[in-house]
């Protein structure tokens, strides 16, 4: 009995140490993507200054392949890293066609 509470408590204590760095960790990527779409932004004024399109899909393809090499090297499946930037990517095309709109108004 004594033993099995120990366990628990063991457990608990381990649970709360790799959640608090799950947080942290969740503070650097919402600090990290604060600071992507900063710079995206400014990309999708200087593009729209510029009249370019605001998808480029020749940069997005050597996006994903470094991304997915870069997640093969550090043990995440490149599967997900590539959806997930693209994801990212879709938001950002977004944000780079309302900035082109505003600017043709
Ligand atoms: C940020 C850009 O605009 C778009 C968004 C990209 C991204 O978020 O990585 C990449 C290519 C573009 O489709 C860019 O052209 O660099």
């Known amino acids: 009995m004594t033993s099995n509470h120990d366990d ?4 608990l204590a381990q649970l709360e140490q790799e959640r608090h760095t799950i947080d942290n960790l969740d503070a ?5 993507l604060a600071e992507r779409f900063r ?7 200087l ?9 480029d899909p020749q940069r997005e393809a050597r996006q994903v392949q470094r991304l997915r090499a870069k ?8 599967e997900f890293a590539e959806k997930f930037l693209n994801f990212i990517i879709k938001e950002v095309i977004h ?10 108004n």
């Open 8 to 11: 628990q408590e063991y457990y």
């Open 28 to 32: 650097v990527l919402v600090h990290t």
């Open 39 to 45: 710079c995206t932004q400014r990309v999708g004024r």
């Open 47 to 55: 593009k729209a200054e510029a009249k370019l399109p605001p998808a």
């Open 71 to 78: 997640a093969e090297e550090s043990g995440l499946d490149p």
């Open 95 to 104: 944000h780079h066609e309302a900035i082109r709109k505003e600017q043709q």
